[in-house]
């Protein structure tokens, strides 16, 4: 009951983080979806590798990647995705869509080893979907970022699908793949304000060799 009310809350949070525009908002629930995540690997097999993986969301989702936007979003000085691609309610009902055809793809699956909650492979396909909607729907770089790490949420909790199958040390390997990316992800987002005096992605389109 504790993981589906979990998993309910996760992809709620990622439906609000589509209908919001203040970048303070949107990294405020990433972390809160993040730390509501961080409990699933212990509700679903508790002991040691869980409680591993639920320091390692905690401390890098929770507690770095938020201090680090905040800090990048200080340094651009921009408070608010303010001309999205697409509109914030036409982002909303396609969100709906998406999470319904997440249900949809996930009834047709067939999962070749036992699935320890109906909702966890909806949840998850929900959850990379609203974080795609995100990274193609909005222009600012941050939110961008924010998307990606949304959808990396998703793909997390698929992979607890085989938590008690995978060696820790990958799980590591890819945690740390994911810090580098946003790293690089923000040091790309200053020089793009250095150069633009602005972090609107279209800008990328003028560049010439």
Known sequence: MLLELALI???????????????????????????????????IYPGVHALVMMTAVLILKVL????????AIRHVSIRREAKPLIGYGKTLVFGGLLVG?????????????????????????????????????????????IGYLVMENGIFLFALLLLDRTPLLVE??????????VLVMGIVINHINEEYDDTNTLHLTTLRD
């Open 9 to 43: 809350a996760i992809v709620f949070l990622g439906i609000v983080i589509l209908g919001s525009s203040r970048l303070r908002t949107i990294i405020h629930l990433f972390a809160l979806q993040s730390f509501i995540l961080s409990a699933t690997p212990l509700l």
């Open 64 to 71: 770095v990647m938020p201090v680090f936007l905040f800090w």
């Open 101 to 145: 055809a997440a249900f949809f793809l996930s009834s047709k699956l067939e999962v070749p080893f036992r699935e320890v909650s109906n909702l966890l492979v909806p949840a998850s396909f929900s959850v990379i979907m609203i974080g795609f909607l995100l990274l193609v729907s909005r222009l600012k770089a941050i939110t961008q970022v």
């Open 172 to 181: 590591m390997g890819i945690f740390l793949d994911i810090f580098v990316a």
